[in-house]
């Protein structure tokens, strides 16, 4: 035993151990269990899609982000997550571009119909009872995205690209549920005459059908048994009989058990009598007939009996006529169609990959092995088609396609010239605008990689397998034109120098002039004249030395000899100062002699420079020549030294003594760049073949030396300094080869076989997309291949193989002596035959093939007559006799009665039995009448130029002219009956000339000349014109805008250089003295002197008109001058001034001087010897600038109407005055002169609109018939440019068809039911057809031809024959159907819900017989759709009150009545029981759901009359409205209370109304005083009331009136101000 106190211990540790186990034990599970979450915490969450990325189409890609969430919403590691249910990345799409905006479309089909919208969780729906107008409902329409070209359907966010998803649902209304609305019943039938109970009857016809849940139609027949029946005596009923027939039974074979039924009694089970028909039926063996071909001849019957008036069966014998109808009859056994089984599946059509989601089809078809007869079952369907969508990963990808152009061809100006002027033709190289085209095609896209190794083109394919609009094939392009440049005039001789001075040679040199650009030359035969022209010449130098002279110094003294100090500088052949080392030595001296007059010396001038050369040459008959003069300054004094003589006054030199004939360089034009090997080698670029295609080549061309008015001469005769360059570097053209695209593939085979000995060709072309250029391979001579299809099998021709036809099979013999008790093997029966199909070698096929080539079988059986004993027999008929030439010929055949037939009188009948027949004879007179309108003028077809890129231009001789319009002709023969239009004519038509006026455009005349330019120095306006010709008119293109004179000018700016003409002058006369008896001859006087206009071009200095140089630079012709005295003071000329600086500034000031030539005797002071004066800006001193015109208008070429032209402005120097100077004054002071003179500039082409040729013309609209369209369209290539001649608005030309007879298949009515022998029951109505020719439509117009222009007969036996019934006396049987009602639409309010109205007919039953109505047959309504319905509304109309009652019906607004009956509406009605005014059910039924107005409650009111008299009353939760004539109108529900039916009591009355006929005269518009009861109505005590308080106030007012005034007085302060109130008081 254990101590107690061990014992606790032991207690305390196992319950401390029980409670860790506990603890780690959910801890454990905890821990699992969170394992076990670890999945279901952690999920997948993705981004949207991203932008559809990637090539247009369906090889786009688009991506998105996925993360791994916890369930509480923060990310964590994608280890985390489930990587076996992580959402993909990336996905392809279809990346949508705007081209794709003609290719896919939203197709949004027609609204559904409108439905109930639901109403809010919870919410009912309305009761129609609530309804008002109309329900609010809810229609969806679908709305998918559709790719164009195939229409199939592709995702929604293609189309919403380019257009919002069009809405789905929206709201409409449902109109309120509108009953069935019927017309009023017709009049009771007549009663027959005689005793016993009969019956009378009325119908009415159904309106409007049930709409929105109206009410169904209420009955539409009535019966009622006719007043006062006259009781038969017993025995003596009068009754009617007829024998009636029951309907065929179903086509059976014979049974074994109808064998041996000879001597039975069969009852008559169809009378009511027990009276027994003994029927006699003969043993025979069982037997049927079945014939090749599987057809079967069973026998089928019908019953007959005899059935009384009343309804009831009688005795067959009380119905027995002559002819007993027949009972059993031979028919064919019905046998279903027979098919194949179904062929094997056809493989998919989707056999690529594609971006589209839409899936393949494929198909299966079996075949015809037997047809249906006997109304077997029709044959099914013989070709399946079920969608199929193969594995994605199995498929290729398809191959997508693109449009590829080739190069643009050559610009062709020729195009537009011709355009311009029809009558252009080509003279010479042409330059401006033109039009070039290429090839577009559609190839197959490769992928990059692909493409980039393909060294071939891809092969063009069909046009339809490219998507999107396809490249142009025209543009306009421009043919660059050339221009030469423009330079200015020469400038004057240089020295002789020598033709290098860097290294001089030889005693000759050349004199040179030259010539600079003003406008660089443009184009590519552009060029510009020689710049130098250069003379040969003697002694040349390189250096001079160009000395100045100082003023003359005395030696001794203040005069007398002395000397000049002379300035040397040496000068280049420029001008340019140099060295001093260069000149020649040695140098010119630096002292030369002069003299300085003494006081009484004569004085004599400086020499003047030398005058400007005659001549620029010198020629055998004049040298060029220069003088110098000087002039008389003072007279000599006693003593002095004398004055010169005359002759030594003027010096004289020759100058320009070189030769007239210059020399100068001329140039070939570049040519060809040619490959430089030592050049290439370093620079080239390799294609893909190997060779060298590009780089760096050489130009060449030749220079020769040409002598003016010779020719060429030595090279080594010009100056080798001046020589132009021969060789330049160029780029070589890269070398083109001509590149074709592949063949296309050959045109394909047909797979089916082919009828007839066809040939059919294949073919496969090519197109050339880059021709070759600089000596790359030639393009291939063959681009179209054509070649024979090789193993076309030929259609195998089928028809059909016919047996003869089997004997008239007949009903069995057991079964007709069992049925009529005759064994006569006679009537009508049937006989078969077997129909095989055969091929043209007569093996057997398929039925089918037979069935698509013949279209249709010949029948399998038909019915044949084997006369009986008393029938009628004749012999064959005749053959037609033969017709004669004369159209109103006939022909007969005959026939003749065989055997007994001919003693029988009824056959003798020729009504019925025509033993002669007669018909027209063919006709081949034929009469043609014009049909329709005639066509648009038609031109004849022009040609493709291959030359000029297969274009035709809007009116080049296609567009108007000389055509032909067409009128068809409808063709019939002298019945009237249309007939193919080859029999009157041979084309169909009726053809005539048109013209179209073609469009002249106005025509302006060429441009006039050039006129000179404005300005003889600097920049001036030239101007041309052209003047108008003719004007446009029929659509031609406009004219400019003209001046008053019908002139258009343009004007460019134009320059003249300053210095082609100067003034020459000669030198001053010696100075006349005014006075010339003075002595000495001293002292004031003029001089003149020769002035002259002279070209500085003309080389021998020729004087020309002096209206050409400037006249305001004209020098004077005469001067004042003054010879002094000898005693006076002798100064010299005064100097030039100095020089201003460029600025002109104010401030600064030019000096001149002089200095003394010889003193005075007096010594008096000589004059000033210097003066000064500012330097004003534009009086002595001018500034220079460059002058730029504005840019002139594009210019072309004389060769170019449109495209690349040239803009130039000119630059001249102006002075700061204004004066234009010549640009040496500017180029002196380096003046920033303007780069460009001339840019480049469009002129825009004015091209007419391109189209494409005409397309052949379509296919008759109409197989035959009148009306007949064919149309052939075109297209714009190039829409107009400019204001060419717009594109015309036909693109599209209809021409009558020829008038086809059409030949149609018409059925004829249906025949009266035929029962075959009975009176009435069931029977059978046939119709048949017949073929009729006409013109299109089938009208009265339509007349009978033979059926076998017709074809084959598309009826089937259904068609043709159906069951009907003839009611016997006494049964209830069905009306005809009632004719359509008017079209109806669905309105609210008057607005119509819909555009497609209805209409509805009806049928009903008759009752002859109470007995017979439990079988009487469901009355029926059709309604159909119609065109053009109106809107219709519905209102109570009432007749007068007459001894109290009157007439209520309902009416449509067209004046249609709808109720069904025009019910009399009693108030008071005494000795009579309660009755309910009630309405027909159709009486409700309104077009908007509302009841005709006015009759709402008056429906359900009740009206109890009491004998004693009372009025009409209504009841609780009602009020009355009353008539004038003080009866109860009707009751209407007073808001608020309950919802019951306004019934309608009697009152107990204590004013009862007298009928009154004033009443009826103030109806509708009478006060009532008093209420239906007698009490007083509460209007009544208002007017009262306010009647008194009326006269109240107009008695006060009167008082007020005539009451004196009292003295004014001041009012107390307590005294209230008078009111109007009244407050009781009479004493106020």
Same mark, same amino acid.
């Given at each position: 035993?254990?101590?107690?106190?061990?014992?606790?211990?032991?207690?305390?540790?196992?319950?401390?151990?029980?409670?860790?186990?506990?603890?780690?034990?959910?801890?454990?599970?905890?821990?699992?269990?969170?394992?076990?979450?670890?999945?279901?915490?952690?999920?997948?969450?993705?981004?949207?899609?991203?932008?559809?990325?990637?090539?247009?189409?369906?090889?786009?890609?688009?991506?998105?982000?996925?993360?791994?969430?916890?369930?509480?919403?923060?990310?964590?590691?994608?280890?985390?997550?489930?990587?076996?249910?992580?959402?993909?990345?990336?996905?392809?799409?279809?990346?949508?571009?705007?081209?794709?905006?003609?290719?896919?479309?939203?197709?949004?089909?027609?609204?559904?119909?409108?439905?109930?919208?639901?109403?809010?969780?919870?919410?009912?729906?309305?009761?129609?009872?609530?309804?008002?107008?109309?329900?609010?409902?809810?229609?969806?329409?679908?709305?998918?995205?559709?790719?164009?070209?195939?229409?199939?359907?592709?995702?929604?966010?293609?189309?919403?690209?380019?257009?919002?998803?069009?809405?789905?649902?929206?709201?409409?209304?449902?109109?309120?549920?509108?009953?069935?609305?019927?017309?009023?019943?017709?009049?009771?039938?007549?009663?027959?005459?005689?005793?016993?109970?009969?019956?009378?009857?009325?119908?009415?016809?159904?309106?409007?059908?049930?709409?929105?849940?109206?009410?169904?139609?209420?009955?539409? $027949?009535?019966?009622?048994?006719?007043?006062?029946?006259?009781?038969?005596?017993?025995?003596?009923?009068?009754?009617?009989?007829?024998?009636?027939?029951?309907?065929?039974?179903?086509?059976?074979?014979?049974?074994?058990?109808?064998?041996?039924?000879?001597?039975?009694?069969?009852?008559?089970?169809?009378?009511?009598?027990?009276?027994?028909?003994?029927?006699?039926?003969?043993?025979?063996?069982?037997?049927?007939?079945?014939?090749?071909?599987?057809?079967?001849?069973?026998?089928?019957?019908?019953?007959?009996?005899?059935?009384?008036?009343?309804?009831?069966?009688?005795?067959?014998?009380?119905?027995?006529?002559?002819?007993?109808?027949?009972?059993?009859?031979?028919?064919?056994?019905?046998?279903?169609?027979?098919?194949?089984?179904?062929?094997?599946?056809?493989?998919?059509?989707?056999?690529?990959?594609?971006?589209?989601?839409?899936?393949?089809?494929?198909?299966?078809?079996?075949?015809?092995?037997?047809?249906?007869?006997?109304?077997?079952?029709?044959?099914?369907?013989?070709?399946?088609?079920?969608?199929?969508?193969?594995?994605?990963?199995?498929?290729?990808?398809?191959?997508?396609?693109?449009?590829?152009?080739?190069?643009? #061809?050559?610009?062709?100006?020729?195009?537009?010239?011709?355009?311009?002027?029809?009558?252009?033709?080509?003279?010479?190289?042409?330059?401006?605008?033109?039009?070039?085209?290429?090839?577009?095609?559609?190839?197959?896209?490769?992928?990059?990689?692909?493409?980039?190794?393909?060294?071939?083109?891809?092969?063009?394919?069909?046009?339809?397998?490219?998507?999107?609009?396809?490249?142009?094939?025209?543009?306009?392009?421009?043919?660059?034109?050339?221009?030469?440049?423009?330079?200015?005039?020469?400038?004057?001789?240089?020295?002789?120098?020598?033709?290098?001075?860097?290294?001089?040679?030889?005693?000759?040199?050349?004199?040179?002039?030259?010539?600079?650009?003003?406008?660089?030359?443009?184009?590519?035969?552009?060029?510009?004249?020689?710049?130098?022209?250069?003379?040969?010449?003697?002694?040349?130098?390189?250096?001079?030395?160009?000395?100045?002279?100082?003023?003359?110094?005395?030696?001794?003294?203040?005069?007398?000899?002395?000397?000049?100090?002379?300035?040397?500088?040496?000068?280049?052949?420029?001008?340019?100062?140099?060295?001093?080392?260069?000149?020649?030595?040695?140098?010119?001296?630096?002292?030369?002699?002069?003299?300085?007059?003494?006081?009484?010396?004569?004085?004599?001038?400086?020499?003047?420079?030398?005058?400007?050369?005659?001549?620029?040459?010198?020629?055998?008959?004049?040298?060029?020549?220069?003088?110098?003069?000087?002039?008389?300054?003072?007279?000599?004094?006693?003593?002095?030294?004398?004055?010169?003589?005359?002759?030594?006054?003027?010096?004289?030199?020759?100058?320009?003594?070189?030769?007239?004939?210059?020399?100068?360089?001329?140039?070939?034009?570049?040519?060809?760049?040619?490959?430089?090997?030592?050049?290439?080698?370093?620079?080239?670029?390799?294609?893909?073949?190997?060779?060298?295609?590009?780089?760096?080549?050489?130009?060449?061309?030749?220079?020769?030396?040409?002598?003016?008015?010779?020719?060429?001469?030595?090279?080594?005769?010009?100056?080798?300094?001046?020589?132009?360059?021969?060789?330049?570097?160029?780029?070589?053209?890269?070398?083109?080869?001509?590149?074709?695209?592949?063949?296309?593939?050959?045109?394909?085979?047909?797979?089916?076989?082919?009828?007839?000995?066809?040939?059919?060709?294949?073919?496969?072309?090519?197109?050339?997309?880059?021709?070759?250029?600089?000596?790359?391979?030639?393009?291939?001579? $063959?681009?179209?291949?054509?070649?024979?299809?090789?193993?076309?099998?030929?259609?195998? /021709?089928?028809?059909?193989?016919?047996?003869?036809?089997?004997?008239?099979?007949?009903?069995?013999?057991?079964?007709?002596?069992?049925?009529?008790?005759?064994?006569?093997?006679?009537?009508?029966?049937?006989? $078969?035959?077997?129909?095989?199909?055969?091929?043209?070698?007569?093996?057997?096929?398929?039925?089918?093939?037979?069935?698509?080539?013949?279209?249709?079988?010949?029948?399998?059986?038909?019915?044949?007559?084997?006369?009986?004993?008393?029938?009628?027999?004749?012999?064959?008929?005749?053959?037609?006799?033969?017709?004669?030439?004369?159209?109103?010929?006939?022909?007969?055949?005959?026939?003749?009665?065989?055997?007994?037939?001919?003693?029988?009188?009824?056959?003798?009948?020729?009504?019925?039995?025509?033993?002669?027949?007669?018909?027209?004879?063919?006709?081949?007179?034929?009469?043609?009448?014009?049909?329709?309108?005639?066509?648009?003028?038609?031109?004849?077809?022009?040609?493709?130029?291959?030359?000029?890129?297969?274009?035709?231009?809007?009116?080049?001789?296609?567009?108007?002219?000389?055509?032909?319009?067409?009128?068809?002709?409808?063709?019939?023969?002298?019945?009237?009956?249309?007939?193919?239009?080859?029999?009157?004519?041979?084309?169909?038509?009726?053809?005539?000339?048109?013209?179209?006026?073609?469009?002249? &455009?106005?025509?302006?005349?060429?441009?006039?000349?050039?006129?000179?330019?404005?300005?003889?120095?600097?920049?001036?306006?030239?101007?041309?014109?052209?003047?108008?010709?003719?004007?446009?008119?029929?659509?031609?293109?406009?004219?400019?805008?003209?001046?008053?004179?019908?002139?258009?000018?343009?004007?460019?700016?134009?320059?003249?250089?300053?210095?082609?003409?100067?003034?020459?002058?000669?030198?001053?006369?010696?100075?006349?003295?005014?006075?010339?008896?003075?002595?000495?001859?001293?002292?004031?006087?003029?001089?003149?002197?020769?002035?002259?206009?002279?070209?500085?071009?003309?080389?021998?200095?020729?004087?020309?008109?002096?209206?050409?140089?400037?006249?305001?630079?004209?020098?004077?012709?005469?001067?004042?001058?003054?010879?002094?005295?000898?005693?006076?003071?002798?100064?010299?000329?005064?100097?030039?001034?100095?020089?201003?600086?460029?600025?002109?500034?104010?401030?600064? $000031?030019?000096?001149?001087?002089?200095?003394?030539?010889?003193?005075?005797?007096?010594?008096?002071?000589?004059?000033?010897?210097?003066?000064?004066?500012?330097?004003?800006?534009?009086?002595?001193?001018?500034?220079?600038?460059?002058?730029?015109?504005?840019?002139?208008?594009?210019?072309?070429?004389?060769?170019?109407?449109?495209?690349?032209?040239?803009?130039?402005?000119?630059?001249?120097?102006?002075?700061?005055?204004?004066?234009?100077?010549?640009?040496?004054?500017?180029?002196?002071?380096?003046?920033?002169?303007?780069?460009?003179?001339?840019?480049?500039?469009?002129?825009?082409?004015?091209?007419?609109?391109?189209?494409?040729?005409?397309?052949?013309?379509?296919?008759?609209?109409?197989?035959?018939?009148?009306?007949?369209?064919?149309?052939?369209?075109?297209?714009?290539?190039?829409?107009?440019?400019?204001?060419?001649?717009?594109?015309?608005?036909?693109?599209?030309?209809?021409?009558?068809?020829?008038?086809?007879?059409?030949?149609?298949?018409?059925?004829?009515?249906?025949?009266?039911?035929?029962?075959?022998?009975?009176?009435?029951?069931?029977?059978?109505?046939?119709?048949?057809?017949?073929?009729?020719?006409?013109?299109?439509?089938?009208?009265?117009?339509?007349?009978?031809?033979? &059926?076998?222009?017709?074809?084959?007969?598309?009826?089937?036996?259904?068609?043709? #024959?159906?069951?009907?019934?003839?009611?016997?006396?006494?049964?209830?049987?069905? /009306?005809?159907?009632?004719?359509?009602?008017?079209?109806?639409?669905?309105?609210?309010?008057?607005?119509?819900?819909?555009? /497609?109205?209805?209409?509805?007919?009806?049928?009903?039953?008759?009752?002859?017989?109470?007995?017979?109505?439990?079988?009487?047959?469901?009355?029926?309504?059709?309604?159909?759709?119609?065109?053009?319905?109106?809107?219709?509304?519905?209102?109570?109309?009432?007749?007068?009150?007459?001894?109290?009652?009157?007439?209520?019906?309902?009416?449509?607004?067209?004046?249609?009545?709808?109720?069904?009956?025009?019910?009399?509406?009693?108030?008071?009605?005494?000795?009579?029981?309660?009755?309910?005014?009630?309405?027909?059910?159709?009486?409700?039924?309104?077009?908007?759901?509302?009841?005709?107005?006015?009759?709402?409650?008056?429906?359900?009111?009740?009206?109890?009359?009491?004998?004693?008299?009372?009025?009409?009353?209504?009841?609780?939760?009602?009020?009355?409205?009353?008539?004038?004539?003080?009866?109860?109108?009707?009751?209407?529900?007073?808001?608020?209370?309950?919802?019951?039916?306004?019934?309608?009591?009697?009152?107990?009355?204590?004013?009862?109304?007298?009928?009154?006929?004033?009443?009826?005269?103030?109806?509708?518009?009478?006060?009532?005083?008093?209420?239906?009861?007698?009490?007083?109505?509460?209007?009544?005590?208002?007017?009262?009331?306010?009647?008194?308080?009326?006269?109240?106030?107009?008695?006060?007012?009167?008082?007020?009136?005539?009451?004196?005034?009292?003295?004014?007085?001041?009012?107390?302060?307590?005294?209230?101000?008078?009111?109007?109130?009244?407050?009781?008081?009479?004493?106020?």
């Amino acid at each position: 035993m254990f101590p107690r106190s061990d014992l606790a211990v032991t207690h305390w540790v196992l319950r401390s151990m029980r409670k860790l186990f506990l603890v780690f034990s959910l801890l454990l599970s905890q821990a699992a269990h969170l394992e076990g979450r670890k999945d279901s915490q952690f999920i997948w969450k993705t981004g949207p899609w991203g932008r559809c990325a990637g090539d247009c189409g369906p090889g786009g890609a688009q991506s998105r982000a996925v993360w791994c969430f916890h369930i509480e919403g923060w990310t964590s590691p994608m280890s985390n997550c489930d990587e076996s249910t992580r959402p993909p990345r990336e996905r392809s799409c279809f990346r949508v571009c705007d081209w794709h905006s003609d290719l896919f479309q939203w197709e949004v089909s027609d609204w559904h119909r409108c439905l109930l919208a639901p109403g809010a969780q919870g919410e009912p729906r309305p009761r129609a009872s609530e309804c008002v107008t109309a329900q609010h409902g809810l229609q969806h329409r679908t709305v998918r995205c559709l790719q164009k070209i195939n229409r199939t359907m592709v995702a929604n966010e293609i189309c919403e690209h380019f257009a919002p998803l069009p809405p789905t649902e929206q709201a409409c209304l449902i109109p309120c549920p509108r009953d069935c609305v019927v017309s009023e019943f017709s009049p009771w039938s007549t009663c027959r005459e005689g005793c016993g109970k009969r019956l009378q009857h009325r119908t009415r016809v159904a309106i409007a059908p049930p709409l929105y849940g109206g009410l169904q139609c209420p009955n539409l $027949t009535e019966s009622r048994a006719c007043e006062a029946p006259v009781s038969c005596p017993l025995g003596k009923e009068e009754y009617s009989f007829s024998l009636k027939v029951g309907p065929w039974s179903k086509c059976r074979l014979p049974h074994l058990k109808e064998v041996n039924l000879s001597g039975r009694n069969v009852q008559d089970f169809s009378s009511d009598s027990n009276e027994q028909v003994t029927l006699t039926h003969q043993s025979y063996k069982a037997h049927h007939h079945s014939q090749p071909g599987g057809v079967e001849i069973g026998f089928q019957t019908r019953q007959v009996w005899c059935t009384r008036s009343d309804g009831r069966n009688a005795l067959l014998s009380l119905c027995m006529q002559d002819s007993f109808p027949l009972t059993v009859q031979p028919c064919v056994m019905p046998k279903d169609c027979e098919t194949s089984e179904w062929s094997p599946w056809s493989p998919c059509s989707k056999t690529c990959r594609s971006g589209s989601l839409s899936p393949g089809v494929r198909s299966r078809s079996r075949n015809v092995k037997h047809i249906a007869i006997g109304g077997g079952q029709e044959c099914p369907e013989l070709l399946e088609k079920e969608t199929c969508i193969a594995e994605a990963e199995l498929l290729q990808p398809c191959p997508r396609y693109s449009w590829r152009t080739s190069e643009w #061809k050559e610009c062709q100006v020729s195009l537009l010239l011709e355009q311009q002027d029809p009558l252009w033709h080509d003279t010479g190289p042409v330059c401006g605008g033109g039009i070039q085209t290429r090839e577009v095609y559609c190839a197959q896209s490769l992928p990059a990689a692909a493409s980039s190794r393909a060294k071939e083109v891809s092969r063009p394919v069909e046009s339809t397998l490219c998507l999107g609009p396809a490249p142009s094939a025209s543009q306009l392009c421009n043919v660059p034109c050339s221009m030469a440049c423009i330079v200015s005039s020469w400038s004057s001789w240089g020295p002789c120098v020598h033709d290098n001075c860097h290294d001089p040679q030889g005693k000759k040199g050349f004199r040179m002039r030259q010539r600079h650009v003003l406008m660089e030359s443009t184009g590519p035969t552009g060029h510009c004249p020689h710049l130098v022209e250069s003379v040969p010449c003697e002694d040349p130098m390189c250096y001079r030395w160009l000395a100045s002279e100082g003023i003359c110094i005395p030696d001794h003294g203040k005069c007398g000899l002395g000397h000049r100090i002379l300035k040397a500088v040496c000068q280049n052949e420029r001008g340019e100062e140099v060295s001093g080392s260069l000149c020649p030595v040695p140098p010119p001296p630096e002292r030369m002699a002069c003299d300085i007059p003494c006081r009484m010396d004569c004085v004599v001038s400086e020499w003047t420079v030398w005058s400007s050369c005659s001549q620029s040459c010198s020629n055998k008959n004049a040298d060029g020549k220069q003088s110098r003069s000087r002039s008389l300054l003072a007279l000599a004094g006693e003593g002095g030294k004398p004055c010169p003589s005359s002759q030594e006054l003027q010096e004289y030199r020759l100058c320009n003594d070189h030769s007239c004939t210059q020399l100068y360089w001329e140039t070939s034009a570049w040519g060809p760049c040619s490959e430089n090997t030592l050049v290439t080698a370093f620079n080239v670029t390799i294609g893909w073949n190997g060779e060298a295609t590009c780089g760096v080549g050489i130009q060449t061309r030749r220079v020769f030396c040409i002598k003016s008015h010779v020719g060429q001469v030595m090279t080594k005769r010009c100056p080798e300094s001046t020589r132009p360059e021969t060789v330049r570097p160029c780029f070589l053209p890269c070398k083109k080869d001509c590149l074709v695209t592949a063949f296309s593939e050959w045109t394909p085979c047909p797979h089916l076989c082919q009828p007839g000995n066809t040939t059919i060709k294949q073919s496969r072309y090519r197109i050339i997309i880059q021709e070759a250029a600089n000596g790359g391979q030639e393009c291939p001579d $063959t681009l179209f291949e054509e070649r024979d299809c090789e193993d076309i099998s030929l259609c195998p /021709t089928y028809r059909w193989k016919l047996q003869k036809w089997s004997p008239c099979i007949l009903v069995p013999e057991s079964v007709r002596q069992g049925r009529t008790g005759t064994s006569e093997a006679c009537g009508k029966g049937l006989q $078969t035959r077997a129909v095989s199909c055969i091929s043209d070698d007569n093996q057997s096929a398929e039925m089918t093939e037979c069935l698509k080539q013949m279209n249709g079988m010949p029948p399998l059986v038909q019915e044949c007559t084997i006369p009986c004993r008393e029938d009628c027999t004749f012999t064959p008929w005749s053959k037609f006799t033969p017709c004669s030439k004369n159209c109103e010929a006939t022909q007969i055949r005959r026939r003749q009665l065989t055997g007994k037939s001919r003693k029988r009188e009824k056959c003798q009948d020729a009504a019925l039995y025509p033993l002669v027949e007669m018909e027209p004879c063919p006709c081949d007179a034929f009469m043609s009448h014009p049909y329709g309108n005639w066509s648009a003028c038609i031109l004849p077809e022009s040609n493709r130029d291959p030359q000029r890129g297969g274009l035709w231009v809007q009116g080049a001789g296609k567009e108007c002219g000389k055509g032909v319009r067409f009128r068809a002709i409808a063709c019939s023969d002298k019945n009237g009956r249309p007939v193919d239009p080859s029999f009157c004519n041979s084309s169909g038509y009726v053809q005539e000339e048109c013209v179209i006026p073609c469009p002249f &455009d106005c025509k302006l005349s060429d441009w006039s000349s050039w006129g000179s330019c404005s300005s003889s120095c600097g920049i001036g306006v030239r101007i041309r014109s052209k003047w108008l010709k003719e004007k446009p008119y029929s659509g031609g293109r406009p004219c400019p805008k003209l001046d008053l004179k019908n002139q258009v000018h343009e004007a460019v700016p134009c320059y003249s250089e300053c210095n082609q003409y100067s003034w020459v002058v000669e030198h001053w006369s010696p100075c006349q003295i005014n006075n010339e008896l003075r002595s000495p001859r001293c002292g004031r006087g003029t001089q003149s002197r020769r002035i002259r206009c002279v070209s500085t071009a003309d080389s021998e200095g020729g004087t020309v008109d002096r209206n050409l140089c400037n006249q305001d630079d004209a020098p004077p012709e005469t001067q004042a001058c003054s010879l002094l005295c000898p005693s006076e003071c002798v100064m010299s000329e005064w100097g030039t001034w100095s020089k201003c600086p460029q600025s002109c500034d104010p401030h600064a $000031t030019q000096r001149r001087s002089r200095h003394l030539l010889r003193p005075s005797l007096n010594s008096r002071t000589c004059g000033e010897d210097s003066q000064v004066r500012p330097c004003l800006l534009n009086e002595n001193c001018f500034q220079f600038q460059y002058n730029l015109t504005e840019w002139s208008t594009c210019q072309l070429s004389e060769n170019a109407s449109c495209g690349q032209g040239v803009r130039t402005r000119l630059l001249s120097c102006v002075r700061s005055d204004g004066k234009p100077v010549g640009m040496d004054h500017c180029e002196q002071r380096n003046l920033e002169k303007p780069q460009r003179m001339s840019i480049p500039c469009l002129v825009e082409c004015v091209a007419n609109c391109q189209l494409s040729g005409w397309s052949a013309w379509t296919e008759c609209s109409q197989t035959c018939g009148q009306g007949g369209r064919m149309s052939r369209t075109r297209f714009i290539i190039m829409p107009t440019q400019g204001e060419g001649r717009q594109c015309p608005t036909e693109l599209t030309q209809q021409k009558p068809c020829p008038v086809m007879p059409c030949y149609s298949w018409v059925l004829g009515n249906w025949s009266a039911c035929k029962l075959e022998g009975g009176d009435c029951g069931e029977g059978v109505q046939v119709r048949s057809f017949s073929c009729v020719v006409h013109n299109g439509s089938l009208s009265h117009t339509a007349v009978h031809v033979g &059926d076998a222009l017709c074809g084959e007969v598309p009826f089937q036996e259904g068609i043709l #024959k159906q069951l009907c019934s003839v009611p016997c006396p006494g049964d209830c049987h069905i /009306t005809p159907w009632s004719e359509w009602s008017k079209c109806e639409l669905t309105c609210i309010d008057g607005r119509s819900l819909e555009t /497609t109205g209805r209409q509805s007919r009806s049928r009903t039953f008759i009752v002859q017989s109470f007995e017979n109505q439990d079988s009487c047959p469901q009355q029926v309504l059709e309604t159909r759709p119609c065109a053009g319905g109106k809107c219709y509304h519905y209102t109570w109309k009432a007749s007068l009150w007459n001894n109290n009652e009157r007439t209520v019906w309902c009416q449509r607004s067209d004046g249609l009545n709808v109720t069904a009956d025009k019910t009399k509406y009693s108030i008071n009605m005494p000795s009579q029981e309660p009755k309910k005014a009630s309405y027909s059910t159709v009486a409700r039924s309104l077009h908007t759901g509302e009841h005709c107005v006015g009759t709402v409650d008056l429906l359900d009111a009740w009206c109890e009359t009491i004998r004693q008299g009372g009025v009409c009353g209504c009841e609780k939760g009602y009020t009355e409205i009353m008539r004038s004539s003080g009866f109860l109108d009707y009751c209407m529900k007073v808001p608020g209370s309950e919802d019951k039916k306004a019934d309608v009591k009697n009152l107990p009355g204590k004013n009862r109304p007298v009928n009154s006929k004033i009443h009826d005269i103030f109806k509708g518009w009478s006060l009532q005083p008093l209420d239906p009861d007698g009490r007083v109505k509460i209007w009544v005590y208002g007017v009262s009331g306010g009647s008194f308080l009326m006269m109240i106030f107009l008695v006060f007012t009167s008082y007020l009136v005539c009451k004196k005034p009292k003295p004014h007085q001041s009012t107390p302060r307590h005294q209230k101000p008078l009111t109007l109130a009244y407050d009781g008081d009479l004493d106020m």
